[in-house]
């Protein structure tokens, strides 16, 4: 039979327990007693000897008790002052909520738009005792441009392209450098009892004034991201814009009838359901007006309501789909008399993403409508948002667009990526327009993009596009462009 328990003492606690023990030899009595003349005086002694045995276990239990408590609290001693100069070094540890808010979509090649995905968790610092992480993404580009006739210098529109009649019709091959697509993006984010916010600013050089790198900011907007919705306000990417079904081309501007536009806006996504693998949201928001409109001698453009837009998106980690729709109040009003025209339109696009095989991903979209060509790539800016009749009405004019991109993978470092887009109007017959406005635009392109390396990518990209003016004349051009972009911290 066992009698002792085994437990070990440490070092520091041998002395206290070897006292222990000699104290515990002196007091108990001797275990062999002196032989015995009776059976009743025999069993007397052994039940004595039971009793000092469990007298003596019980003690050496409380012993090991108390060399456990001790040495429970000499191991966190340690582990505590062993913790207090890594973490001052360790790098500041993100939420899962964070993590999850940046989990990648399909696979993005080397000829993905720089600055536009929603940034991973690596990357950020964290400001001090605030709360805030923060991140800098710094991306500097060029652009080495080469085309068989006059059109956008720095873009390739199609619209712009001349037709036959026209000016600079076939003028002959001309040359371009543009750094316009370098970009500063900046990140904050934080944890709030409400879910994560997050602040995002960015700019590049596409802006309206004068010099070689004009300022140009695209985003400056605060978004929160809780359980049930996310809420964003500022200034951002319109909610009729489906940036992820954008397909992957070294020129800036990309398909002719993608719908993309910024402005200053408020907008809520509710989360009408979530699954294992998907969520189902529904994107709403009110944005600033901006008519588009070709306007007579005296009348300005203005709307009474801000443009609205309402969807469905059913999002996965490899694919997506959304509906989206415009809503819009076109108006114009004379300076000088008061009198106004305005106009309703709307538009409605379906648009997909999904990743394939390992490397590949395919894009499309459609839209149509009257009174959205100022969400349009390629006529934005034009008036072809409304126009005048003769008896001085206004009506929207007609749109419809749709497109496609694919792209494959070659390896993980080196892609390639083919696009198509087809853009048309239908104005009335009766409506006050120049004739040498587009009709009707085809787009494509194809690229071939290397990571050479993980921060830095080269890229070459054939771009061709064919231009048809409401007059029924045509015209084509052609544009070789090569790129280098070094990324800083994507």
Not at 68 to 85: F, V
Not at 130 to 139: E, I, R
Not at 248 to 256: H, K, Q, V
Not at 443 to 468: P, T
Request: proline share 6%; hydrophobic share 40%.
């Amino acid at each position: 039979m066992r009698l002792f328990a085994d437990f070990r003492i440490r070092p520091s606690l041998r002395r206290h327990a070897a006292a222990c023990c000699v104290a515990m030899m002196v007091t108990s009595p001797p275990v062999f007693a002196q032989p015995t003349d009776s059976a009743e005086d025999l069993k007397a002694e052994i039940a004595q000897m039971r009793q000092q045995i469990q007298q003596q276990q019980q003690l050496m239990q409380q012993m090991q008790q108390r060399l456990d408590q001790l040495e429970r609290k000499e191991t966190g001693q340690a582990q505590a002052i062993a913790a207090q100069p890594r973490a001052a070094l360790a790098p500041p540890a993100l939420s899962a909520h964070l993590i999850e808010s940046a989990r990648p979509g399909p696979p993005r090649p080397p000829s993905a738009p720089a600055g536009e995905a929603e940034p991973l968790p690596g990357g950020y610092v964290r400001l001090g005792d605030t709360g805030n992480l923060f991140k800098l993404d710094l991306v500097a580009q060029l652009d080495a441009m080469a085309d068989d006739t006059f059109m956008a210098q720095d873009l390739f529109l199609p619209s712009s392209i001349p037709v036959r009649g026209q000016p600079f019709y076939a003028s002959g091959w001309r040359s371009n450098l543009s750094a316009r697509q370098s970009l500063l993006r900046m990140d904050f984010r934080r944890e709030t009892p409400y879910g994560l916010m997050k602040v995002v600013y960015k700019n590049n050089f596409f802006g309206s004034g004068s010099g070689n790198m004009p300022y140009n900011m695209q985003w400056f907007y605060g978004e929160l991201e809780a359980e049930h919705y996310t809420l964003l306000a500022g200034y951002y990417r319109s909610a009729f814009t489906d940036i992820d079904a954008f397909p992957n081309t070294l020129d800036y501007e990309g398909p002719n009838s993608f719908t993309f536009k910024n402005g200053a806006q408020i907008r809520i996504s509710p989360i009408l359901f979530k699954g294992d693998d998907g969520k189902l949201t529904l994107p709403m928001s009110l944005e600033k007006p901006s008519a588009d409109i070709a306007v007579v001698e005296g009348f300005a453009a203005f709307s009474h309501r801000p443009d609205a837009t309402i969807g469905l998106r059913w999002q996965t980690p490899d694919w997506h789909v959304q509906w989206s729709n415009l809503f819009r109040d076109l108006g114009v009003q004379n300076a000088a008399t008061g009198q106004s025209r305005t106009s309703s339109a709307f538009a409605t696009q379906f648009t997909a993403a999904t990743s394939l095989f390992t490397r590949d991903s395919v894009q499309a979209w459609a839209n149509f409508g009257k009174g959205y060509a100022d969400f349009l790539q390629d006529i934005s800016g034009l008036g072809l948002d409304a126009a005048f009749t003769p008896d001085i009405q206004l009506k929207a004019i007609e749109a419809r667009g749709y497109g496609v991109g694919y792209t494959h993978g070659w390896t993980q470092d080196l892609s390639s990526s083919a696009s198509y887009g087809y853009l048309g109007i239908s104005p009335d017959a009766d409506l006050m327009l120049a004739q040498s406005l587009p009709k009707s635009t085809k787009f494509a392109a194809v690229n071939l993009a290397w990571q050479f390396s993980e921060r830095a990518m080269f890229g070459v990209e054939y771009l061709w596009g064919q231009n048809i003016d409401l007059a029924d004349a045509r015209g084509q051009g052609q544009r070789v462009q090569a790129t280098i972009r070094y990324d800083l911290n994507p």
